[in-house]
């Protein structure tokens, strides 16, 4: 079925590192995504990732993507205040970059002064 | 240049009244895609569009949920007979061919 997982809520330190991780069940994905919500406002997306990368760096954030256990994460190097959002980590079902997005929950990132 | 734009950003309606949603994609963007966001469900796939090809319906939760994209531009998705549940903001997203999908700011429906 259709089914991507994330844990709930992540506390760090400003400055320290983030990792918010992602697990997804459709091993035919062919980009997986990351995207950013602030409190009131839509969907900022973040970054991609296509299946046959590992790794994905753009600037402060570090994407892996282990296929083998379909996992997927998303660094967020030197937090900041204004990091503090929910992430949501998506799939794609269809053909390409075109279909349908199937969203984790989303991760509440809350970044401490 | 302009990203989608969506409108209202919010409406307020009594149970039972119809609505209609409206969203204007990225100019050159031949996909469209409906989703919508409410506290019990999470991010949901409602339908979209890709050029002249049928709509993917397959994500609209009941026949009162109804879409239409017009001269493969705006989409409009309407609302029939609106209940409590449906309460939710609605997300509009539009891409290129093959490109990922950017997102509007939402509507948020209260069904009162």
């Known amino acids: 079925g259709e089914d991507v997982e994330q844990s709930l809520f992540l506390s760090v330190r400003e400055g320290d590192s983030s990792v918010i991780n992602c697990t997804y069940t459709?091993?035919?994905?062919?980009?997986l995504y990351w995207y950013k919500q602030e409190p009131g406002a839509g969907l900022q997306l973040l970054t991609y990732?296509?299946?046959?990368?590992d790794m994905k760096q753009d600037q402060r954030l570090t994407v892996l993507l282990n296929k083998k256990d379909k996992h997927l994460s998303l660094r967020i190097a030197d937090t900041q205040t204004g990091d503090s959002a929910i992430y949501f980590c998506?799939?794609?079902?269809?053909?390409?970059?075109?279909?349908?997005?199937?969203f984790g929950q989303g991760t509440t990132l809350q970044v401490k002064p | 240049g302009a990203g989608v734009s969506q409108s209202p950003s919010n409406k307020v309606t009594e149970k039972g009244k119809d609505v209609e949603l409206r969203c204007d994609p990225i100019?050159?963007?031949?996909?469209l895609y409906w989703y919508r966001q409410s506290l019990g469900q999470g991010l949901e796939f409602l339908i979209y569009f890709q050029g002249n090809s049928a709509p993917d319906k397959s994500g609209l939760p009941s026949d009162r949920f109804s879409a239409e994209r017009t001269g493969g531009s705006v989409s409009t998705l309407t609302i029939q007979r609106t209940q409590q549940e449906d309460s939710a903001v609605y997300l509009c997203?539009?891409?290129?061919?093959?490109?990922?999908?950017?997102f509007g700011p939402g509507t948020r429906l209260t069904v009162l």
């Open positions: 997203a539009s891409s290129r061919d093959m490109d990922t999908q950017y």
């Open positions: 459709d091993s035919s994905s062919t980009y």
């Open positions: 998506a799939e794609i079902h269809g053909s390409g970059n075109t279909g349908k997005l199937i």
């Open positions: 100019s050159g963007h031949t996909a």
């Open positions: 990732i296509f299946s046959n990368m």
